[in-house]
Structure formats: C-alpha cells, structure tokens
C-alpha cells in the first residue's frame, strides 16, 4: 500500500495523468564508446565528446576538434550543424564550427565586453546567441556578427538545473522542476512544474522527454499526460531525439529508435 501511495503522490503533485505506453521500434544497433553522448542530427551524424575532444562521426567518417588552451568544453549546440556551437565556460568562450568542424569564428566575451560573463548559452535566430549572464543574472541575446549584447526580462535568480534553447525560444528547469520559457522578446512564461528527473531534453513548448531510474517518458504539457516509451535497454547512460528517431546511449552502442510523438 505504501508503494501505491508513492506512486499516485509522484504522478499527483505535478497534475500530470499516466497514460498507456508508447511503443518504439527499434532500427539498427551501432558500436560506440565515449565519455559523452551529445546526440544526433537529421543527417544521422554522432556528436560525442572524449577527452575533450569533440567528434563528428557517421558510418562512413568522422571529424575531430580540440582546443586544449580554452580548457573543459561544457556545452554543445548543434542547432544548426552548419554553425556547430562549442562552449568553454571557464574562459567565458564560445567557438562556432563548420559541418566539417573547422573554426569559424572564437569570441572571448570578456574581450568583447568586462560586464558579460557567461554561464548559459545557446544558439538563436538571426546571428544570435541565448545567453544568460551572471553578472546581472539576465538572459539575453547577443550578436555575434556586431559583438552587441541585448539583455531581456528581468533579472534571474534561481538555480538553473537543467536549460535548452532553440532559435525563438530559450527554455531553463529550476531547481524546484519548474519549466519555463522566455521568447526573443523578453516574456518569460511558467511552463508546467514537472516530475523529478535524471535526465531530460525538451522537444518544444508543448512536449518534453525524461528519464527515470532508466525508463523514457514523454511528458505531453498540452495534454497534461505522462507516457511511458517502451524501449529494449533496461539500463542506459543518454539518450537524444530528433526527428522521431530516439537514440539511446548505453556504455557500449547507440540504439537508434522509430517513435512518431502524439
């Protein structure tokens, strides 16, 4: 009884109803070991990082990048896999990549302005960044073709436990699990305050995917229902899903996935 009691609290407190399962089918199986599975893009490449190293890979070959000066890389956007984003937060950097990962452009926001520090960063809509800076604890935009930087909203002043971004849209989960957004004009929107987590990656404004105790759920915010994704792996270490392909990453192979979203 004092499990079933858990379980309905869980499911309870978020105002989220348990659905049937969703079933995915499986595609292919591919060997792969890394430190870090970063995920895939719609042209079925692999991003990982080793060693800080940065790889781009698929069957037929793969490409490198490395910058032992700039230190830990702590963030991958690929966005747009023709502008590859690569940030090193500890010396306030961002790099951009070609699709072959060659440099495009290296910006040292301490460079470009001593009131910038960095600690959230993705890629936005027309030569922008998303930025969120410590210093006034703002996010913002910044233009990486005229080194301008546009804060927006007001400041801050949670926690930031997990954060994504997509070319409109700057989405961050507090440490309370609340989920909000904040558009390219400054309006934040709470979004729903969704279950504990191990990992997660949100789709859009509506849907998000997470992980717990190595099962996949689809978190549906328009429906308020919580799906279980049927997958094989009873155990695993990632996962990314792009263009209803679900990758999951084990210590030893990626699983690739056919699952279509309500």
Known sequence: MK?????????????????????????????????????IDGLGNYYSIKNNVFTKQNDHQSWEYKNISLGKITRVDF?????????????NTVVTLDNQLNEIQKINFSDVNN???????????????????????????????????????????VSF???QSDFNTFYW???INNWYSCDIFGKVNLMASIPVYDKIQIIDSEKLLFSK???????????KVIIEIEIVEKSFQNFYYKDQILAIFTNQQITNYKIKLP
Not at 13 to 37: M, R, W
Not at 79 to 91: A, G, H, T, V, W
């Open 161 to 163: 436990k997990d954060y």
């Open 213 to 223: 105790g190595n099962k996949m759920y689809l978190l549906d915010n328009k429906a």
């Open 173 to 175: 989960i507090d440490e």
């Open 3 to 39: 499990k079933i009691l858990i379980i309905i609290l869980f499911w309870s407190t978020v105002s989220f109803s348990q659905h049937q399962k969703l079933i995915a089918t499986t595609l292919n199986k591919t060997p792969h070991t890394t430190e870090t599975f970063v995920g």
């Open 79 to 91: 966005l747009n896999p023709l502008k590859i984003l690569l940030f090193f937060e500890s010396f």
């Open 115 to 157: 009131s910038i520090v960095v600690t959230k960063i993705g890629m936005a809509s027309q030569n922008q960044f998303w930025i969120y800076n410590a210093l006034n604890q703002k996010i913002g935009l910044f233009d990486y073709t005229k080194n301008t930087y546009t804060p927006l909203g007001n400041p801050i002043e």
